[in-house]
């Protein structure tokens, strides 16, 4: 306590913060101390607490208990207004920003003025500011639906910069980024620490926190597990098991053949988005094979998957499923070909969460036997199945007739897994399938794909976390803008080599 | 400081389902005591009288019946459609375009006795029907907004009507614009000697046990509250949601069509400009009270057509405007959504001391105070 | 039918048009606010209605027309505060609210009225607005008479357009209204209080519809009747898709309804089509279907339009 620098107050101290929800405890005791120039790392696994702490900080949820304070002052954070009145900037994982308003629209809105009209002289000065200090150019009267991801992520950023942040929330800002452009984030970051800035850098991604962050706190059910403060020269290993709180092993994947070629696509190309849409794509599984998709967010991954799932058209090309030619987009007649689909939205496009567990678990099926006979219901024999299907995967809920949204994600995600594998499927589709899992969770759902890909299935994997492609996939397919750019043998396959193809540069 | 807070909850049980609509409707005579008091009567009188002379003999108890009937038809047709999120605010146009074509077939003397009854039901269900399939189809292949559409087409159902009664259906005899009589023959049998109640509540009350089966029971109920539901989730399962909207626009058309029917075959014997006191729009409020449970329709239409009825009564007595039982429809509408809140949330009272009870997502902005 | 053209298309007839454009202008505008902060209010026909009998009643016992535009605004913005109340405090579905706020405004103005009024022989009326001339600019040939010959609500309902996009395009509330109804995730977070943006959407959006109504109870004509707005509302509404959600399309839209109901009135009087009347009626609805169904399959509306915003929830 004798050093200067330590008397100081720290530009941002939180003490002792309590949240919880319902019965669920989010924070317990979170105490978190920022200087400026710091570069703090917040690591966790989902649901460790991480973005409800900072939801407090920003003022989106009211914490139970707990104190915030700004230079040593106590202070009072009501709603975001007050977190930007601060100088608190988040950006948030999921970007808050109007598509259909301009990059400069979305800056204004919200800043207190005087002035009856829109102040865009003063605006764009600011913009310009930003940019020079930063390297983070804009074009100002683009509209914000126009932008590349990256872009407009970048933009989040100058947002906060815009309102005078002093101190920068960044949640999973990674996430969907390209290897490439993450390393612009990181420069960025390092020149907003080099400027006295403070940056929370929420992330999950142990690589990253090494290479960006100052120290690390480390999060694991609500409370504060240890504070690293020579994070990079850590391992990775090390922090993985404080953040699940045991050790944890890699999924362990057995030598296989791939057999016979059971989905195939052959010159699809579909109609829409310019940059999603899918052309000329050709693609095989191949049974005993795990084959993975990578790429950035919006090149054409939906598309591929509402083709197979049968709920896109496409507009040109082929797609045979186990020998047998798809003629028009049906999902029935997909899933009558023996294909399961794990959707990538598995509460918006999967279930029915305001009803009953068991109505969710038949929904595809309900119009055949045993579930219903000439029309008509068979309650018995729907409840029957989903009682046995809540057993055999071990998921906990209250029962078949539980209200499905009441289910923790992993059991909603177990719970559409039991439903797909049911049908016996050759061909398994899933995209993005262990997003916003734990640990365990995810750990499950990866053991049950590398049992079907031994049990001679073929699927197909539709991922953003490349971690999750390199310990699966038998090899790895690029998308970008819609078309594919490359396919590694898993072998050769390397993450620099992947990044470079999802910017869109050909496999050399 | 004390605020209110929401907690979901897991299921609502079945006393709540009954005790929600009961808790509504008393909020709602609680807030329109208020202009009871300002027309100057006595609050208790006013209720009495509203309540009562609807079982003040047996007459009258019967009369409540045979109100009760369109409005079980028209409420059935509102919960069918809101169960798929069809907005189907056309009952109204759809009843009137039953009773035109029961009118029509009911006056045909070219037909055979015995087919009168039976083709008046199914022209009448059928000319509902295509009534309300077209905002269907303007929705599913126009992309067009059903709530705009089916006002509108009320509107436009209605001067249909009153247009052919100044001109080609005028009646000859009298002169007014009414249609002529329906033949002797089509007249719906009588229940009751000396009463009006007719065939129609039994077709009502079998439609509330057809629609509460084909609801839960069959795969089309099934698919209905799928798509009402989570209609993406239900595209991906693989129904199609153009043909379940289809399908449950006819049946609530045919639903309202049939409350047309009733009300030309029971009641009047001729289609005439007052046919329907809104019987559509009360639609909506039974459904909702009901939650949209078929079964639940039919007390929700009963105790609608007690206020309706009886509101004559009171006003007659208390001089209480007969409009009364109008705003009683609008309060209770409003009452009864608020309510349905209590299936979802449960609602607590959070004081400053209960910081270190468990604290949950509430609707707005948390208003208790915060311990440094 | 060169003389039909020449009996209907005179000057009489365009500021007729402009009279009938009136009260959908303002209503629409008023539904034009709401929708562009993400609530679809379907308060729209009730409010009207209430507000043309509370404007009426006012006017009848003061004797001043503008006190009863004023209550007439005043009874509007408590059906919008009511709207706020389910829609934004309570977040329960639009389309469910506004069909009761409409069921009990139109309740409430019939209850009243008849209180207040009993049930006369003749129905009361009050002396109506009169046209304001504009001085110089009524002078004008053909264009003075047209558009400065009107009503003061007609000019006050031509200079809310620009008003309007003014306010949504290039002043910092505008930009905060817009937002909300885009994404009000974003609004949020940029500081900005969503509810009460859209209360306030509501409030002005309730006071515009109690005007037009007012309009049509002490201007187009000059007493209350229980069908004097007769669907009107409802045709606000797709006038506001069919403007896809622009002020000046949306009041284009108006003026062309006018045009279209003006025609109807000119043809139904001239007796130059031997048709029943009813079918003269029946024509706006049915074209506004058609205009619906030509427009709705490309139309954008706001991102976040019925959809409740609730802060904390996980």
Not at chain 1, 62 to 76: F, H, K, M, R, S
Not at chain 1, 97 to 126: F, I, W, Y
Not at chain 2, 53 to 61: A, L, V, W, Y
Request: net charge positive; aromatic share 8%.
């Amino acid at each position: 306590m004798t050093d200067t620098s330590q008397t100081a107050p720290p530009l941002l101290a939180m003490r002792g913060i309590v949240k919880r929800f319902g019965t669920v405890s989010a924070c317990e005791g979170v105490d978190l101390t920022l200087r400026a120039g710091d570069v703090l790392g917040l690591l966790g696994e989902n649901g460790a607490g991480k973005t409800s702490l900072m939801n407090i900080l920003f003022g989106a949820y009211a914490a139970n208990d707990g104190a915030i304070l700004i230079e040593g002052q106590p202070v009072q954070i009501r709603d975001s207004a007050d977190a930007l009145r601060l100088g608190i900037g988040m950006v948030h994982q999921h970007f808050h920003l109007v598509p259909r308003h301009t990059v400069l629209e979305n800056l204004m809105v919200g800043r207190p003025g005087k002035s009856l009209a829109l102040d865009r002289a003063g605006a764009l000065a600011k913009l310009k500011e930003i940019a020079n200090a930063y390297g983070l150019g804009l074009e100002p009267d683009v509209l914000v639906q126009d932008l590349a991801i990256g872009e407009q992520q970048r933009l989040e950023i100058v947002k906060a910069l815009f309102r005078g942040a002093r101190i920068l929330i960044l949640d999973e800002p990674t996430a969907a980024l390209t290897p490439q452009e993450t390393e612009g984030l990181f420069r960025a970051v390092r020149a907003m620490a080099a400027r006295g800035l403070a940056v929370i850098f929420i992330s999950h991604k142990l690589e990253e926190v090494r290479a960006i962050t100052t120290h690390v706190l480390v999060m694991r059910q609500g409370r504060v597990v240890a504070e690293l403060r020579n994070a990079p020269e850590l391992s990775g290993r090390r922090i993985a098991e404080l953040m699940c709180g045991r050790p944890i092993q890699p999924p362990t994947k057995s030598a296989s053949t791939p057999g016979p070629v059971l989905l195939r696509l052959v010159e699809v190309n579909t109609a829409g988005g310019e940059r999603r849409r899918l052309k000329s794509v050709t693609l095989e599984v191949r049974a005993g094979e795990i084959v993975g998709i990578a790429g950035v967010a919006g090149n054409g991954q939906l598309d591929l998957a509402d083709v197979v799932a049968g709920v896109l058209e496409p507009v040109s090309g082929r797609i045979e499923i186990c020998g047998q030619p798809l003629d028009h987009a049906s999902p029935r007649r997909v899933q009558e070909l023996k294909v399961g689909r794990i959707p990538e939205d598995r509460m918006g496009t999967g279930l029915l969460t305001q009803s009953p567990l068991a109505d969710s678990m038949v929904m595809p099926r309900v119009h055949r036997p045993p579930f219903s006979r000439h029309g008509l219901l068979d309650r018995g024999a729907i409840l029957a199945f989903a009682r046995a299907q809540i057993e055999r995967y071990a998921i906990r809920a209250a029962g078949p007739r539980a209200r499905t949204g009441t289910l923790s994600g992993g059991n909603l995600q177990k719970a559409l897994l039991a439903r797909e594998l049911a049908s016996d499927p050759m061909v398994v589709l899933a995209a993005q399938p262990t997003r916003g899992l734990d640990v365990a969770a995810a750990g499950f759902v990866h053991s049950q794909f590398l049992k079907l890909r031994a049990e001679g299935r073929a699927l197909l994997l539709i991922s953003e976390d490349l971690e999750e492609l390199f310990a699966l996939a038998d090899r790895i397919v690029v998308m970008s803008a819609g078309r594919i750019v490359g396919d590694l043998p898993i072998a050769e396959a390397t993450v620099e080599k992947i990044g470079l193809m999802m910017t869109g540069a050909e496999a050399a | 400081m004390i605020g209110l807070r929401l907690e979901r909850r897991d299921a609502a049980p079945i006393w709540l389902r009954i005790a929600l609509p009961i808790g509504a409707i008393f909020l709602t005579l609680l807030v329109c005591s208020t202009l009871i008091l300002l027309a100057g009567a006595h609050v208790g009188e006013a209720y009495a009288h509203l309540f009562l002379t609807p079982f003040s003999g047996r007459f009258d108890t019967v009369e409540t019946a045979v109100k009760a009937t369109p409005l079980i038809l028209t409420g059935l047709a509102v919960a069918v459609a809101f169960r798929a999120k069809f907005w189907n605010i056309g009952a109204e146009g759809q009843l009137l375009a039953g009773a035109m074509a029961a009118a029509f077939i009911g006056g045909r003397a070219s037909l055979p006795d015995w087919s009168l009854e039976p083709l008046m039901i199914l022209c009448g269900g059928m000319a509902g029907a295509a009534w309300a399939l077209l905002p269907a189809v303007l929705r599913t292949r126009y992309k067009v907004d059903d709530v705009v559409t089916t006002l509108l087409l009320n509107f436009v159902m209605f001067y249909a009507m009153t247009a052919l009664l100044d001109g080609p259906w005028k009646d000859p005899l009298s002169g007014y614009p009414d249609s002529p009589d329906i033949r002797m023959e089509a007249e719906f049998p009588i229940l009751l000697r000396a009463t009006r109640l007719h065939l129609g509540i039994l077709i009502a009350l079998a439609a509330a046990l057809f629609v509460w089966f084909l609801m839960n029971r069959t795969v089309l109920g099934f698919a209905i509250k799928a798509v009402g539901e989570n209609p993406r989730a239900a595209a991906y399962a693989g129904m199609s949601i153009g043909r379940v909207i289809l399908a449950t626009a006819a049946l609530s058309g045919a639903l309202a069509g049939l409350a047309g029917v009733g009300e030309v075959g029971g009641v009047h014997f001729q289609v005439m400009a007052g046919l329907s006191p809104g019987y559509g729009y009360t639609g909506i409020v039974i459904a909702m009270l009901a939650g949209l449970n078929p079964l639940g329709v039919v007390p929700a239409a009963f105790f609608f057509a007690v206020v309706i009825t009886g509101a004559e009564g009171m006003s007659r007595a208390t001089g209480v405007p007969v409009y009364l039982s109008d705003v009683i429809q609008g309060v209770a509408l409003i009452s009864m959504l608020a309510a349905m809140l209590f299936t979802q949330y449960r609602i607590r009272i959070v004081g400053r001391l209960a910081t270190a009870s468990p604290a949950a997502p509430a609707l707005s902005r948390e208003v208790e105070g915060k311990t440094p | 039918m060169d003389e039909i053209f020449g009996q209907v298309f005179q000057i009489g007839f365009f500021a007729a048009l402009i009279r009938i454009a009136t009260p959908l202008m303002l209503a629409t505008i008023g539904e034009l606010y709401a929708e562009r902060s993400g609530v679809l209010n379907l308060g729209i026909e009730g409010t009207m209605l209430f507000g043309a009998m509370t404007g009426f009643t006012t006017a009848y016992f003061t004797g001043s027309l503008w006190l009863g535009v004023a209550a007439a605004m005043g009874a509007g913005v408590a059906m919008g505060l009511i709207m706020g109340l389910t829609t934004v405090t309570l977040g329960l579905s639009q389309h469910v609210s506004g069909i009761g706020v409409t069921l009990l405004a139109t309740g409430l103005a019939f209850f009243f009225y008849r209180l207040i009024f009993g049930q006369p022989s003749a129905p009361p009326n009050v002396k109506s607005f009169q046209p304001l001339p504009l001085p110089l600019l009524s002078e004008i040939p053909f264009v003075g008479p047209v558009l400065f010959n009107q009503f003061a609500l007609s000019y006050l309902a031509l200079l809310l357009v620009p008003a309007t996009a003014f306010l949504l395009y290039r002043t910092p509330w505008g930009l905060a209204l817009r937002t909300v109804g885009e994404n009000p995730r974003a609004a949020d977070a940029a500081g900005v209080n969503v509810a009460i943006m859209r209360y306030q959407a509501l409030i002005i959006s309730g006071a515009l519809m109690g005007t037009a109504g007012a309009f049509l109870s002490m201007a187009q004509f000059n007493a209350f009747t229980f069908g004097v707005v007769s669907g009107r509302g409802w045709i606000c509404i797709a006038l506001v898709v069919f403007g896809q959600w622009s002020p000046w399309k949306s009041a284009l839209g108006a003026l062309l309804f006018g045009f279209i109901d003006a025609l109807q009135l000119r043809l139904q009087a001239g007796g130059m089509f031997h048709l029943p009347y009813q079918l003269f009626l029946m024509m706006p609805f049915v074209l506004t279907i058609l205009a619906m169904a030509l427009v709705s399959r490309n139309a954008r509306a706001p991102a976040a339009l019925l959809v409740p915003f609730r802060k904390e929830e996980r």
